[in-house]
């Protein structure tokens, strides 16, 4: 899946959250997935409970931008418009 997406991780539904931007997600969340270091170790943050994908690098940048620019209630809405139940969508895009 090399598509420009913005994503989030998180550790748990009241936890951290995690605002990235890459061309590959599911290389990208199986680096957080198994981080021995940085920040997804730290805080453990490896469940993908959001993602959109764009046409162009500029495109996800600027979105990107605009997620982390927001509140954690922002978030929170972005994420449970398409995913409710904050369940990992990783094995969804994996297929």
Request: hydrophobic share 35%.
């Amino acid at each position: 899946m090399k598509k420009p997406a913005v994503y989030i991780i998180t550790n748990k539904k009241d936890g951290v959250l995690y605002t990235g931007i890459t061309t590959n997600l599911i290389a990208r969340i199986s680096q957080h997935k198994t981080a021995l270091s940085g920040f997804s170790s730290k805080y453990h943050c490896n469940k993908l409970v959001y993602c959109e994908f764009h046409d162009s690098i500029e495109d996800a940048v600027k979105r990107e931008k605009q997620v982390k620019a927001g509140s954690r209630l922002n978030k929170i809405k972005l994420i449970e418009s398409m995913n409710p139940n904050w369940d990992d969508l990783f094995e969804i895009i994996n297929q």
